[in-house]
């Protein structure tokens, strides 16, 4: 029997987890190797650059480029608010002066004497990465950030919107058939992560939202919903920065979707304990998988499984990622080595499968993930 690798989808109740946690750009480390960290200990910290605003004081004064060097009543370099005098014209007779006022908070940062233009740089603005995830430092990017590392239970799932989140997880439902809909939301459920079964209604992202619930699991999700609740379509560009105040995931896909039964059972596990979620997917190439991490209070004895490293093997767990058994999570039974014929006319690698139902079938490689245990 031949093997193969193929990518993976952990859902794992004992998992090592690494993040990487980088600054946009090169700032100061605030922790070092070793070192324990909560979701929102603050690991590294820079200043993006302010906006650049043009002040035309030639224009504003009514007077020639050449002339504003002589003119204004700041130096470059020098602070400056808004609401305060940057020049003032001659006048007549010293008469009938202009003034051109600041509108800005910032720092004049240079003048163009061809155009008599002033800039004036804001304030910078502030950027801090956390650690994102409870764990510990195990490494140091210099300047840049930290990796930190945590042991736990890790659930990644297909499609997410929305950020990093963190909250105690609750299931709602009594099944992964379940729809999860506004019903099963309540007041006390502020600041959670909800878990459904097959789907989430439109009306409970807007429940989930109004009451301050910061994520929502459930098996898929109706692309129309999400399309009303963002008022756009999605697209296929890497999500996870709308501007929402809750994390979506979806751990089968779209449509409706009953939860990976396995799923929904570790996620019952998990019940009132902390997790953190993101929802930034990348379907294309540098695959971003949305998350859901819970580290974990007292680690089982021992190591916890490794990565088999994609490798497809007999009784490896799978999920299919295409149609027509989309969704559809079985065994693998079977790695024929010779290629085979498809519908599309190719010549492709295959393999058996045990669907959960009973039935058998077969289908390429490339449309199956690993199913991470």
């Keep these: 029997?031949?093997?193969?690798?193929?990518?993976?989808?952990?859902?794992?109740?004992?998992?090592?987890?690494?993040?990487?946690?980088?600054?946009?750009?090169?700032?100061?480390?605030?922790?070092?190797?070793?070192?324990?960290?909560?979701?929102?200990?603050?690991?590294?910290r820079t200043e993006l650059p302010g906006v650049l605003q043009a002040v035309k004081i030639a224009e504003k004064l009514g007077v020639e480029a050449k002339d504003v060097p002589s003119l204004l009543k700041v130096s470059?370099?020098?602070?400056?608010?808004?609401?305060?005098?940057?020049?003032?014209?001659?006048?007549?007779?010293?008469?009938?002066?202009?003034?051109?006022?600041?509108?800005y908070n910032g720092t004049a940062e240079s003048l163009s004497e061809a155009t008599g233009t002033l800039l004036v740089r804001e304030a910078p603005i502030p950027v801090e990465i956390t650690a994102y995830v409870r764990g510990k430092v195990v490494d140091i990017l210099p300047e840049e950030g930290a990796i930190i590392e945590t042991r736990g239970a890790m659930v990644q799932g297909i499609f997410g919107v929305g950020g990093e989140r963190?909250?105690?997880?609750?299931?709602?439902?009594?099944?992964?058939?379940d729809v999860l809909d506004r019903s099963h939301i309540k007041d006390e459920h502020r600041g959670c992560i909800l878990v459904g079964g097959s789907g989430i209604s439109y009306v409970a992202m807007l429940r989930a939202a109004e009451i301050g619930v910061v994520g929502l699991i459930a098996g898929a999700i109706r692309d129309v919903d999400l399309t009303k609740y963002l008022g756009y379509d999605i697209g296929v560009?890497?999500?996870?920065?709308?501007?929402?105040?809750?994390?979506?995931i979806a751990t089968e896909g779209f449509g409706e979707l009953a939860m990976a039964q396995?799923?929904?059972?570790?996620?019952?596990?998990?019940?009132?304990?902390?997790?953190?979620?993101?929802g930034a997917t990348q379907i294309r190439a540098g695959v971003i998988r949305p998350e859901v991490i819970v580290p974990s209070d007292n680690p089982p004895a021992g190591e916890p499984?490794?990565?088999?490293g994609g490798m497809l093997e007999h009784g490896t767990p799978i999920r299919i990622i295409r149609e027509p058994y989309f969704g559809a999570i079985g065994k693998v039974v079977g790695l024929p080595a010779e290629l085979q014929v498809v519908e599309s006319g190719t010549e492709v690698r295959v393999l058996k499968a045990m669907l959960e139902d009973g039935r058998e079938v077969t289908v390429p490689r490339a449309n199956v993930e690993i199913l991470a245990s």
Excluded: W
């Design 305 to 308: 499984k490794e990565d088999a």
């Design 166 to 177: 963190q909250g105690e997880i609750h299931v709602v439902v009594s099944s992964a058939a």
């Design 237 to 248: 560009a890497i999500t996870g920065q709308e501007a929402i105040p809750l994390t979506i």
């Design 262 to 278: 396995r799923t929904f059972e570790l996620l019952q596990s998990l019940e009132g304990k902390q997790a953190s979620v993101n």
């Design 76 to 103: 470059i370099g020098d602070p400056v608010t808004a609401g305060e005098q940057l020049a003032e014209s001659k006048g007549i007779f010293g008469m009938f002066k202009s003034m051109c006022i600041c509108d």
């Design 1 to 44: 029997m031949g093997s193969a690798y193929t990518p993976g989808l952990t859902v794992s109740a004992d998992q090592i987890v690494h993040k990487v946690r980088r600054l946009p750009l090169k700032g100061e480390v605030l922790v070092k190797v070793g070192d324990s960290v909560e979701p929102t200990t603050v690991a590294a």
